[in-house]
């Protein structure tokens, strides 16, 4: 596609299951970064992929939070035993090696009850 | 204190009306400076990228980094109805960490025909 492309769109979950979150970048992207976007924190940074190299996961607010990237291409953001503070927008972006414009999805919004 | 500081208005003004958005921050490494605008339940759209302190004009748009003072500034002219939307300042340190922005909370603006 023509953008970078998110699904599901909206995720309803219980607390304590598990959530899988997809994004499939611009073609031709090698950086690929995940963010969150919350009421009471704004967007904050979660994960950056850059093409093989080891990913920047300094965001990741806690180890029940976890990413992967397969092929250099699709990536999967996977939540465990959600709880009601994971409720938010993620969103993905992709950008060139050169990173000077970072195009970003339309998000999953994810609700945990 | 948040790294970058970013009054959230709400700002409302009439069509045609110049429109000045600004930030803050407190972290002399960040080089890369950028403004997003956000629609309603859309994701955020790079409108402005610019690098180190200066000016930089696209159309009806333009920001100003003075990295003196630590102020990044986006101008607005002739605004429109369509201009309605949540801004959003960004930042990064750059090199390795180009892609991990750090968001300002967003200003919401409104602008009435």
């Known amino acids: 596609g023509a953008g970078v492309s998110q699904s599901p769109s909206n995720k309803v979950t219980e607390k304590g299951k598990d959530v899988e979150l997809r994004c499939d970048p611009i073609s031709g992207h090698t950086a690929l970064y995940w963010y969150r976007q919350s009421l009471g924190q704004g967007l904050e940074f979660l994960i950056y992929?850059?093409?093989?190299?080891?990913?920047?996961k300094s965001g990741l607010p806690s180890d029940r939070f976890s990413a992967e990237r397969t092929g250099g291409s699709v990536s999967t953001l996977t939540i465990q035993r959600t709880q009601q503070e994971d409720s938010a927008v993620y969103l993905c972006a992709s950008s060139t090696r050169s990173g000077n414009t970072i195009y970003f999805g339309e998000g999953s919004w994810l609700t945990v009850v | 204190q948040k790294e970058v500081e970013q009054d959230p208005g709400p700002l409302s003004v009439p069509e045609g009306a110049i429109v000045s958005l600004n930030c803050t921050y407190s972290n002399s490494a960040f080089q890369y400076f950028m403004w997003y605008r956000q629609y309603s339940r859309k994701g955020p759209e790079l409108l402005m990228y610019?690098?180190?302190?200066g000016n930089k004009e696209d159309g009806r748009f333009t920001a100003q980094v003075d990295k003196s003072s630590k102020y990044i500034s986006l101008f607005i002219r002739d605004s429109q109805p369509s201009d309605s939307a949540t801004y959003l300042c960004a930042m990064s340190a750059g090199g390795t960490s180009y892609g991990k922005l750090t968001f300002g909370q967003g200003t919401i603006l409104t602008v009435h025909p």
């Open positions: 610019t690098y180190s302190s």
């Open positions: 992929f850059q093409g093989n190299s080891a990913p920047d």
